[in-house]
C-alpha cells in the first residue's frame, strides 16, 4: 500500500513493516484494531481495511469517550474497480453506527479519496506537524 503510495526507501519500509507487526499484535488481542477481509470468487483475500478504536476525551456530537479512524483500505489490483472497497467501507461505517459512534475519521490517499467523498466524508480541521 505504502509503495503505491509513493515511497520508495525500502528501509523506511522494513521499518513500517516492523512497528506495524508488533502493533497489530498487541491491538487485535486487545481488541482497538478490529479488520476486515473482502474475498474473491476463488477465495482468495482481494481487499481488507481495519478501524481503529482509541480512548479520545468526549467532544460535540461523539456518545462515546473514544474515537473511531478507518485506516489501511486496500484493494489488490486485479480486484479494483469491482466495488470491493466501497463494500468494504459501507461494512466498516456500519459497524462504527451499530456501535453507536458519532463519526468516524480517516486519512486519504488521492486514489481513495474520490471513494470517501462520493461517501459523504469531509475535510476536517486536523493539521500535522513533521518532527523528523
Known sequence: MFEEMGFRDRAVLDRVESVSREYFTAALRAGTYLGWMAEGSDRQVVGGGGIVVRDWPGY???NHAKRAWILNLYTE????RGGVAKRLM???IAWCRREGYGSVS???SPAGRPLYESMGFQPTKELSLKLT
Open 90 to 92: 459501507q461494512e466498516m
Open 106 to 108: 480517516l486519512h486519504a
Open 60 to 62: 460535540p456530537g461523539e
Open 77 to 80: 489490483p486485479r480486484a479494483r
